[in-house]
Protein backbone atom coordinates (compact mmCIF):
# COMPACT_ATOMS: atom_id res chain seq x y z
CA UNK A 1 0.00 0.00 0.00
CA UNK A 2 2.73 2.54 1.01
CA UNK A 3 4.61 1.87 -1.95
CA UNK A 4 1.45 2.25 -4.42
CA UNK A 5 0.68 5.35 -2.62
CA UNK A 6 4.28 6.52 -3.02
CA UNK A 7 4.27 5.74 -6.75
CA UNK A 8 1.25 7.71 -7.41
CA UNK A 9 2.74 10.46 -5.19
CA UNK A 10 6.18 10.52 -7.55
CA UNK A 11 3.79 11.01 -10.92
CA UNK A 12 1.96 14.14 -9.03
CA UNK A 13 4.90 15.62 -7.60
CA UNK A 14 6.22 15.40 -11.21
CA UNK A 15 3.56 17.14 -13.08
CA UNK A 16 4.31 19.56 -10.23
CA UNK A 17 7.63 20.47 -10.65
CA UNK A 18 7.05 20.97 -15.07
CA UNK A 19 6.21 24.37 -14.38
CA UNK A 20 9.50 25.81 -12.59
CA UNK A 21 11.48 23.79 -14.94
CA UNK A 22 10.23 25.36 -17.98
CA UNK A 23 11.73 28.65 -16.74
CA UNK A 24 14.84 27.17 -15.95
CA UNK A 25 14.26 27.49 -12.54
CA UNK A 26 15.40 24.26 -9.98
CA UNK A 27 12.35 22.72 -9.20
CA UNK A 28 10.88 23.28 -5.31
CA UNK A 29 11.19 20.09 -3.50
CA UNK A 30 7.15 19.29 -2.56
CA UNK A 31 6.42 18.25 1.33
CA UNK A 32 3.41 17.06 2.55
CA UNK A 33 1.93 18.10 5.93
CA UNK A 34 0.48 15.13 8.37
CA UNK A 35 -3.04 15.63 8.98
CA UNK A 36 -5.02 13.28 10.70
CA UNK A 37 -4.16 9.90 11.66
CA UNK A 38 -6.70 6.93 11.68
CA UNK A 39 -6.42 3.95 13.38
CA UNK A 40 -8.46 1.18 12.70
CA UNK A 41 -8.85 -2.51 13.92
CA UNK A 42 -7.32 -2.19 17.57
CA UNK A 43 -10.23 -3.73 19.92
CA UNK A 44 -8.12 -4.30 22.79
CA UNK A 45 -4.79 -2.29 22.63
CA UNK A 46 -4.64 1.74 23.63
CA UNK A 47 -4.63 4.05 20.64
CA UNK A 48 -1.61 5.09 22.37
CA UNK A 49 0.35 2.42 22.78
CA UNK A 50 -0.07 2.32 18.55
CA UNK A 51 0.96 5.86 17.89
CA UNK A 52 4.06 5.83 20.11
CA UNK A 53 5.55 3.68 18.00
CA UNK A 54 5.11 5.46 14.86
CA UNK A 55 7.56 7.54 13.70
CA UNK A 56 4.87 10.52 12.11
CA UNK A 57 3.50 13.59 14.10
CA UNK A 58 0.70 15.50 12.81
CA UNK A 59 1.68 18.77 11.45
CA UNK A 60 5.14 17.70 10.45
CA UNK A 61 5.83 17.87 7.11
CA UNK A 62 7.67 15.63 5.27
CA UNK A 63 9.03 14.66 1.94
CA UNK A 64 7.38 12.36 -0.64
CA UNK A 65 11.04 10.27 0.09
CA UNK A 66 10.44 10.31 3.89
CA UNK A 67 6.97 9.63 3.77
CA UNK A 68 7.40 6.38 2.19
CA UNK A 69 10.06 5.20 4.58
CA UNK A 70 8.33 6.32 7.49
CA UNK A 71 5.63 4.04 6.65
CA UNK A 72 7.80 1.23 6.33
CA UNK A 73 9.20 2.13 9.76
CA UNK A 74 5.87 2.57 11.62
CA UNK A 75 4.84 -1.04 9.96
CA UNK A 76 8.02 -2.39 10.96
CA UNK A 77 8.33 -1.11 14.32
CA UNK A 78 4.07 -2.23 15.09
CA UNK A 79 5.04 -5.69 14.17
CA UNK A 80 7.96 -5.97 16.74
CA UNK A 81 5.48 -4.78 19.65
CA UNK A 82 4.44 -8.89 18.84
CA UNK A 83 1.02 -7.81 19.37
CA UNK A 84 -0.75 -7.75 15.69
CA UNK A 85 -0.58 -10.34 13.03
CA UNK A 86 -0.63 -7.95 10.45
CA UNK A 87 0.06 -4.01 9.88
CA UNK A 88 -1.09 -1.65 6.88
CA UNK A 89 0.07 2.06 6.98
CA UNK A 90 -1.19 3.74 4.65
CA UNK A 91 -2.14 7.38 2.82
CA UNK A 92 -6.16 7.47 4.12
CA UNK A 93 -6.56 11.22 1.66
CA UNK A 94 -5.29 14.06 0.27
CA UNK A 95 -6.45 18.13 1.02
CA UNK A 96 -4.17 20.08 -0.82
CA UNK A 97 -0.30 18.82 0.56
CA UNK A 98 -1.62 17.66 3.52
CA UNK A 99 -1.89 13.55 4.07
CA UNK A 100 -3.96 11.50 6.26
CA UNK A 101 -3.01 8.52 7.26
CA UNK A 102 -4.68 5.11 8.09
CA UNK A 103 -3.16 2.34 10.23
CA UNK A 104 -4.90 -0.99 10.13
CA UNK A 105 -4.27 -3.96 12.22
CA UNK A 106 -5.29 -7.53 13.23
CA UNK A 107 -4.87 -8.17 16.92
CA UNK A 108 -3.33 -11.79 18.35
CA UNK A 109 -4.90 -13.91 20.95
CA UNK A 110 -3.43 -12.41 23.81
CA UNK A 111 -4.99 -14.77 26.79
CA UNK A 112 -3.45 -18.40 27.09
CA UNK A 113 -4.31 -20.78 30.08
CA UNK A 114 -1.97 -23.58 28.76
CA UNK A 115 -0.66 -26.77 30.31
CA UNK A 116 2.97 -26.90 30.82
CA UNK A 117 5.24 -29.50 29.55
CA UNK A 118 8.92 -29.22 29.44
CA UNK A 119 12.25 -31.06 29.96
CA UNK A 120 14.67 -29.76 32.08
CA UNK A 121 18.24 -29.78 30.44
CA UNK A 122 19.65 -27.60 28.02
CA UNK A 123 18.21 -28.37 24.67
CA UNK A 124 16.18 -30.91 22.89
CA UNK A 125 19.05 -33.27 22.45
CA UNK A 126 20.70 -33.35 25.56
CA UNK A 127 16.87 -34.73 26.76
CA UNK A 128 16.67 -36.94 23.95
CA UNK A 129 19.87 -38.73 23.63
CA UNK A 130 21.35 -38.22 27.08
CA UNK A 131 18.52 -38.55 29.20
CA UNK A 132 16.95 -40.86 26.89
CA UNK A 133 13.66 -38.97 26.69
CA UNK A 134 13.24 -39.88 31.13
CA UNK A 135 9.92 -37.94 32.45
CA UNK A 136 11.79 -37.80 35.57
CA UNK A 137 13.73 -34.88 34.08
CA UNK A 138 10.83 -32.84 32.66
CA UNK A 139 8.67 -29.92 34.54
CA UNK A 140 4.75 -30.26 34.10
CA UNK A 141 2.03 -27.60 35.36
CA UNK A 142 -0.22 -24.97 34.65
CA UNK A 143 0.87 -21.40 33.13
CA UNK A 144 -1.37 -18.53 32.37
CA UNK A 145 0.04 -16.02 29.77
CA UNK A 146 -1.86 -12.56 29.74
CA UNK A 147 -0.39 -10.20 26.93
CA UNK A 148 -1.36 -7.07 26.46
CA UNK A 149 -3.67 -7.36 29.52
CA UNK A 150 -4.79 -4.07 30.63
CA UNK A 151 -4.25 -2.59 26.48
CA UNK A 152 -1.25 -1.22 27.42
CA UNK A 153 1.28 -3.93 26.02
CA UNK A 154 1.69 -5.23 29.48
CA UNK A 155 2.47 -8.67 30.66
CA UNK A 156 1.59 -10.72 33.41
CA UNK A 157 2.84 -14.73 33.68
CA UNK A 158 1.88 -17.05 36.64
CA UNK A 159 3.64 -20.52 36.12
CA UNK A 160 2.17 -23.32 38.06
CA UNK A 161 5.25 -25.94 38.05
CA UNK A 162 5.72 -29.60 39.91
CA UNK A 163 8.25 -32.74 38.35
CA UNK A 164 11.76 -31.86 38.13
CA UNK A 165 11.35 -28.48 39.85
CA UNK A 166 8.70 -27.55 42.51
CA UNK A 167 8.30 -24.17 41.53
CA UNK A 168 5.59 -20.80 41.61
CA UNK A 169 6.73 -17.94 39.52
CA UNK A 170 5.00 -14.47 38.96
CA UNK A 171 5.87 -11.53 36.93
CA UNK A 172 4.45 -8.20 35.77
CA UNK A 173 5.63 -6.09 33.10
CA UNK A 174 4.32 -2.71 31.77
CA UNK A 175 6.12 -0.95 29.19
CA UNK A 176 4.67 2.52 30.16
CA UNK A 177 3.27 3.83 33.13
CA UNK A 178 3.68 8.01 32.94
CA UNK A 179 1.45 10.29 30.49
CA UNK A 180 4.79 10.79 28.67
CA UNK A 181 5.09 7.46 27.86
CA UNK A 182 8.76 6.85 28.79
CA UNK A 183 9.32 5.12 31.98
CA UNK A 184 8.17 1.85 32.58
CA UNK A 185 8.29 -1.19 35.37
CA UNK A 186 8.70 -5.05 35.50
CA UNK A 187 8.69 -6.94 38.43
CA UNK A 188 9.29 -11.12 39.51
CA UNK A 189 9.02 -13.49 41.80
CA UNK A 190 10.31 -17.19 41.86
CA UNK A 191 10.52 -19.75 44.74
CA UNK A 192 10.85 -23.46 44.46
CA UNK A 193 13.04 -26.47 45.06
CA UNK A 194 14.70 -29.54 43.42
CA UNK A 195 15.50 -33.10 44.18
CA UNK A 196 18.31 -32.72 41.52
CA UNK A 197 20.84 -30.73 41.21
CA UNK A 198 24.08 -30.20 38.73
CA UNK A 199 26.91 -29.99 41.36
CA UNK A 200 29.94 -29.79 39.06
CA UNK A 201 31.16 -29.84 35.49
CA UNK A 202 33.56 -32.99 34.58
CA UNK A 203 35.07 -34.08 31.11
CA UNK A 204 32.92 -30.64 30.22
CA UNK A 205 29.54 -32.69 30.82
CA UNK A 206 27.45 -31.70 33.36
CA UNK A 207 27.38 -33.83 36.86
CA UNK A 208 24.26 -34.08 38.71
CA UNK A 209 22.81 -35.61 42.40
CA UNK A 210 19.51 -36.88 42.72
CA UNK A 211 17.72 -37.95 46.09
CA UNK A 212 14.42 -39.09 45.31
CA UNK A 213 13.65 -38.72 49.30
CA UNK A 214 14.17 -35.01 50.28
CA UNK A 215 14.87 -31.72 48.22
CA UNK A 216 18.65 -31.17 47.62
CA UNK A 217 18.00 -27.42 46.17
CA UNK A 218 15.78 -24.54 47.95
CA UNK A 219 15.71 -20.76 46.26
CA UNK A 220 14.24 -18.01 45.67
CA UNK A 221 14.66 -15.34 43.41
CA UNK A 222 12.81 -11.86 43.65
CA UNK A 223 13.46 -8.49 40.93
CA UNK A 224 11.72 -5.49 40.66
CA UNK A 225 13.22 -2.96 37.39
CA UNK A 226 12.24 0.48 36.10
CA UNK A 227 12.48 0.72 32.58
CA UNK A 228 13.53 4.04 30.16
CA UNK A 229 12.26 4.08 26.37
CA UNK A 230 13.17 8.03 25.28
CA UNK A 231 12.36 6.79 21.47
CA UNK A 232 11.36 3.78 19.73
CA UNK A 233 14.42 1.62 19.36
CA UNK A 234 16.67 1.77 22.60
CA UNK A 235 15.33 0.56 26.47
CA UNK A 236 17.70 0.89 29.42
CA UNK A 237 16.78 -0.90 32.53
CA UNK A 238 17.90 -0.72 36.21
CA UNK A 239 16.76 -2.86 38.43
CA UNK A 240 17.68 -4.79 41.76
CA UNK A 241 16.97 -7.82 42.63
CA UNK A 242 17.63 -10.95 46.13
CA UNK A 243 18.60 -14.25 45.53
CA UNK A 244 18.68 -17.07 48.24
CA UNK A 245 19.96 -20.66 48.23
CA UNK A 246 20.12 -23.22 50.31
CA UNK A 247 21.54 -26.90 48.87
CA UNK A 248 22.17 -30.17 50.53
CA UNK A 249 25.43 -30.87 52.67
CA UNK A 250 26.04 -33.82 50.23
CA UNK A 251 26.52 -31.49 47.63
CA UNK A 252 28.91 -29.74 49.39
CA UNK A 253 30.98 -32.82 49.96
CA UNK A 254 30.89 -33.87 46.57
CA UNK A 255 32.20 -30.11 45.31
CA UNK A 256 33.39 -27.67 48.61
CA UNK A 257 33.69 -25.05 45.94
CA UNK A 258 30.06 -25.28 45.05
CA UNK A 259 29.39 -21.70 46.87
CA UNK A 260 32.49 -19.68 48.38
CA UNK A 261 34.43 -21.10 51.38
CA UNK A 262 32.95 -24.80 51.61
CA UNK A 263 29.13 -22.82 52.37
CA UNK A 264 25.66 -24.71 51.67
CA UNK A 265 24.02 -21.07 51.42
CA UNK A 266 24.17 -18.10 49.60
CA UNK A 267 22.34 -14.84 49.93
CA UNK A 268 22.73 -11.89 47.73
CA UNK A 269 21.42 -8.76 46.58
CA UNK A 270 22.06 -7.71 42.93
CA UNK A 271 21.97 -4.69 41.25
CA UNK A 272 22.36 -4.64 37.21
CA UNK A 273 22.17 -2.10 34.13
CA UNK A 274 20.59 -3.43 30.86
CA UNK A 275 20.22 -1.68 27.65
CA UNK A 276 18.81 -3.10 24.51
CA UNK A 277 18.54 -1.36 21.14
CA UNK A 278 16.22 -2.97 18.03
CA UNK A 279 16.58 -1.72 14.96
CA UNK A 280 15.59 -4.78 12.81
CA UNK A 281 12.79 -5.68 10.26
CA UNK A 282 11.59 -8.30 12.65
CA UNK A 283 12.79 -8.99 16.27
CA UNK A 284 11.90 -12.90 16.77
CA UNK A 285 14.11 -13.77 13.47
CA UNK A 286 15.70 -10.58 12.19
CA UNK A 287 16.61 -11.09 8.47
CA UNK A 288 17.93 -7.03 8.20
CA UNK A 289 19.02 -4.41 10.97
CA UNK A 290 20.67 -4.29 13.65
CA UNK A 291 20.34 -5.38 17.50
CA UNK A 292 22.26 -5.02 20.57
CA UNK A 293 22.14 -5.64 24.62
CA UNK A 294 24.56 -4.75 27.39
CA UNK A 295 24.43 -6.19 30.85
CA UNK A 296 26.06 -5.02 33.52
CA UNK A 297 25.99 -6.25 37.17
CA UNK A 298 26.92 -6.47 40.23
CA UNK A 299 26.16 -9.56 42.54
CA UNK A 300 26.67 -9.62 45.99
CA UNK A 301 28.67 -7.10 48.81
CA UNK A 302 30.68 -9.26 50.68
CA UNK A 303 32.90 -12.38 50.42
CA UNK A 304 29.67 -14.52 50.30
CA UNK A 305 29.32 -13.79 47.20
CA UNK A 306 31.53 -11.11 45.26
CA UNK A 307 30.73 -11.18 41.50
CA UNK A 308 31.02 -8.32 38.58
CA UNK A 309 29.63 -9.44 35.44
CA UNK A 310 29.51 -7.51 31.81
CA UNK A 311 27.91 -9.27 28.87
CA UNK A 312 28.04 -7.91 25.30
CA UNK A 313 25.48 -9.27 22.54
CA UNK A 314 25.39 -7.79 19.08
CA UNK A 315 23.27 -8.56 15.72
CA UNK A 316 23.93 -7.54 12.37
CA UNK A 317 21.77 -8.81 9.26
CA UNK A 318 22.48 -7.48 5.63
CA UNK A 319 20.26 -8.46 2.35
CA UNK A 320 22.23 -10.06 -0.72
CA UNK A 321 18.83 -9.67 -2.85
CA UNK A 322 15.63 -9.96 -2.02
CA UNK A 323 15.52 -13.17 -0.45
CA UNK A 324 18.92 -14.47 0.49
CA UNK A 325 20.74 -12.59 3.62
CA UNK A 326 23.91 -12.86 5.92
CA UNK A 327 24.28 -12.31 9.11
CA UNK A 328 26.65 -12.28 11.94
CA UNK A 329 25.79 -12.35 15.95
CA UNK A 330 28.51 -12.00 18.68
CA UNK A 331 28.82 -12.53 22.51
CA UNK A 332 31.38 -11.88 25.32
CA UNK A 333 31.35 -11.53 28.97
CA UNK A 334 33.84 -11.51 31.83
CA UNK A 335 33.65 -11.82 35.18
CA UNK A 336 35.39 -10.30 37.88
CA UNK A 337 37.23 -10.78 39.92
CA UNK A 338 38.79 -14.04 37.96
CA UNK A 339 38.29 -16.56 41.39
CA UNK A 340 34.90 -17.50 41.53
CA UNK A 341 32.76 -20.26 42.64
CA UNK A 342 31.23 -22.92 40.37
CA UNK A 343 27.80 -21.32 41.15
CA UNK A 344 29.28 -18.07 39.51
CA UNK A 345 31.34 -19.97 36.22
CA UNK A 346 28.46 -21.46 33.96
CA UNK A 347 29.52 -19.57 30.86
CA UNK A 348 28.92 -21.44 27.20
CA UNK A 349 25.96 -24.01 27.02
CA UNK A 350 23.53 -22.27 29.40
CA UNK A 351 20.08 -20.82 28.41
CA UNK A 352 20.66 -19.05 24.85
CA UNK A 353 24.44 -19.02 25.02
CA UNK A 354 26.00 -21.94 23.00
CA UNK A 355 27.71 -22.61 20.33
CA UNK A 356 26.04 -24.93 17.34
CA UNK A 357 27.65 -28.56 17.56
CA UNK A 358 28.47 -28.62 21.03
CA UNK A 359 25.18 -28.73 22.65
CA UNK A 360 26.11 -31.96 24.30
CA UNK A 361 28.66 -30.12 26.40
CA UNK A 362 29.17 -27.07 28.49
CA UNK A 363 32.34 -25.12 28.82
CA UNK A 364 32.62 -22.85 32.15
CA UNK A 365 34.91 -20.23 32.88
CA UNK A 366 35.12 -16.33 33.84
CA UNK A 367 35.43 -14.33 30.53
CA UNK A 368 35.41 -15.26 26.61
CA UNK A 369 33.15 -14.96 23.71
CA UNK A 370 32.08 -16.27 20.24
CA UNK A 371 31.39 -15.29 16.43
CA UNK A 372 28.29 -16.95 14.85
CA UNK A 373 27.74 -15.99 11.17
CA UNK A 374 25.06 -17.17 8.99
CA UNK A 375 24.04 -17.44 5.20
CA UNK A 376 20.57 -18.19 4.51
CA UNK A 377 17.84 -17.74 1.95
CA UNK A 378 13.89 -17.91 2.17
CA UNK A 379 12.63 -21.50 0.48
CA UNK A 380 9.20 -21.09 0.96
CA UNK A 381 6.45 -18.32 2.29
CA UNK A 382 2.89 -19.83 2.45
CA UNK A 383 -0.01 -20.17 4.80
CA UNK A 384 -2.16 -22.89 5.57
CA UNK A 385 -5.84 -22.22 6.42
CA UNK A 386 -6.70 -23.18 9.55
CA UNK A 387 -9.97 -25.49 10.06
CA UNK A 388 -11.84 -22.85 12.15
CA UNK A 389 -11.64 -19.39 11.10
CA UNK A 390 -10.45 -17.26 13.85
CA UNK A 391 -11.43 -13.93 15.06
CA UNK A 392 -8.32 -12.56 14.63
CA UNK A 393 -6.52 -14.78 11.81
CA UNK A 394 -7.48 -17.54 9.22
CA UNK A 395 -4.28 -18.59 8.47
CA UNK A 396 -1.53 -20.20 9.92
CA UNK A 397 1.88 -18.78 8.02
CA UNK A 398 4.59 -20.81 7.50
CA UNK A 399 8.17 -19.62 6.48
CA UNK A 400 11.25 -21.92 5.60
CA UNK A 401 14.67 -20.72 5.70
CA UNK A 402 17.59 -23.06 4.51
CA UNK A 403 20.97 -22.24 5.92
CA UNK A 404 24.88 -22.61 6.02
CA UNK A 405 26.16 -21.50 9.12
CA UNK A 406 29.67 -21.31 10.95
CA UNK A 407 30.99 -20.78 14.85
CA UNK A 408 34.13 -19.85 16.69
CA UNK A 409 34.73 -19.56 20.41
CA UNK A 410 36.67 -19.04 23.27
CA UNK A 411 36.08 -19.57 27.06
CA UNK A 412 38.66 -19.09 29.64
CA UNK A 413 38.78 -20.73 32.60
CA UNK A 414 42.20 -20.08 35.59
CA UNK A 415 40.84 -23.46 37.05
CA UNK A 416 39.54 -26.24 34.61
CA UNK A 417 39.73 -28.82 36.11
CA UNK A 418 38.83 -31.90 34.19
CA UNK A 419 37.67 -30.24 31.49
CA UNK A 420 39.31 -30.04 27.89
CA UNK A 421 36.89 -27.26 26.42
CA UNK A 422 37.85 -24.34 28.13
CA UNK A 423 41.65 -22.04 27.33
CA UNK A 424 41.05 -23.14 23.62
CA UNK A 425 39.76 -21.96 20.06
CA UNK A 426 36.79 -23.88 19.82
CA UNK A 427 35.14 -23.89 16.13
CA UNK A 428 31.76 -25.55 14.33
CA UNK A 429 30.11 -25.55 10.70
CA UNK A 430 26.99 -26.70 9.37
CA UNK A 431 24.03 -26.75 7.40
CA UNK A 432 20.31 -26.17 8.57
CA UNK A 433 16.82 -25.63 7.84
CA UNK A 434 15.07 -22.62 10.01
CA UNK A 435 10.62 -22.71 10.07
CA UNK A 436 8.83 -19.20 11.33
CA UNK A 437 5.28 -20.16 12.44
CA UNK A 438 2.30 -18.97 14.15
CA UNK A 439 3.14 -16.63 16.73
CA UNK A 440 6.92 -16.37 16.92
CA UNK A 441 7.12 -19.88 16.89
CA UNK A 442 10.66 -21.07 15.60
CA UNK A 443 12.06 -24.65 15.05
CA UNK A 444 15.88 -24.91 13.85
CA UNK A 445 17.16 -28.35 12.70
CA UNK A 446 20.61 -27.76 12.05
CA UNK A 447 23.12 -30.64 10.78
CA UNK A 448 26.80 -29.68 12.68
CA UNK A 449 30.53 -30.32 12.27
CA UNK A 450 32.75 -29.77 15.42
CA UNK A 451 36.55 -29.51 15.85
CA UNK A 452 36.42 -32.91 18.18
CA UNK A 453 35.32 -35.00 14.76
CA UNK A 454 31.98 -35.44 15.81
CA UNK A 455 28.67 -34.46 13.82
CA UNK A 456 25.20 -34.59 14.66
CA UNK A 457 21.28 -33.37 13.79
CA UNK A 458 20.41 -31.08 16.34
CA UNK A 459 16.80 -29.09 17.00
CA UNK A 460 16.22 -26.42 18.74
CA UNK A 461 12.77 -24.64 19.90
CA UNK A 462 12.29 -20.79 20.27
CA UNK A 463 9.01 -19.83 21.22
CA UNK A 464 7.63 -16.35 22.74
CA UNK A 465 5.56 -19.36 25.40
Not at 52 to 69: F, K, M, N, S, W
Not at 127 to 145: D, F, I, P, T
Not at 400 to 421: C, D, R, W
Request: with cysteine; aromatic share 14%; glycine share 8%.
Amino acid sequence: MALLFGCSLCAQQAAMDLSPADTGAAPAIMKYIVGEIVISGNKKTRKPIILREIPLQPGQAYTLQDLVAKFEDARRQLMNTTLFHSVIVAAKGFNGNVIDITVSVKERWYLFPLPYFKPVDRNLNQWLVEQNASLSRVNYGAKLLYNNATGNNDKIRLWLMSGYTRQISLGYDRLYIDKAMRWGMRFSFAAGKNRELNYNTIHDKQVFLKDNKRYVRNFLNTQAELTYRRAIKTRHSIGIGYTSEVVEDTIVQLNPAYFEAGRNRIRFPELYYNMTFFDVDYIPYPTKGYAANLLLSRKGINASNNLWQLNLKALGSWHLSPKTFVSAMAYGGIKLPFKQPYFNKRFLGYGDVFMQGYEYYVVDGVAGGYLKTTLSRELFNFGIRMPVKGKTTDQIPVRIFGKIFGNSGYVHNPQPGENALSNRMLHSAGIGIDIVTFYDVIFRLEYTFNQLGQNGLYLHRKTIF
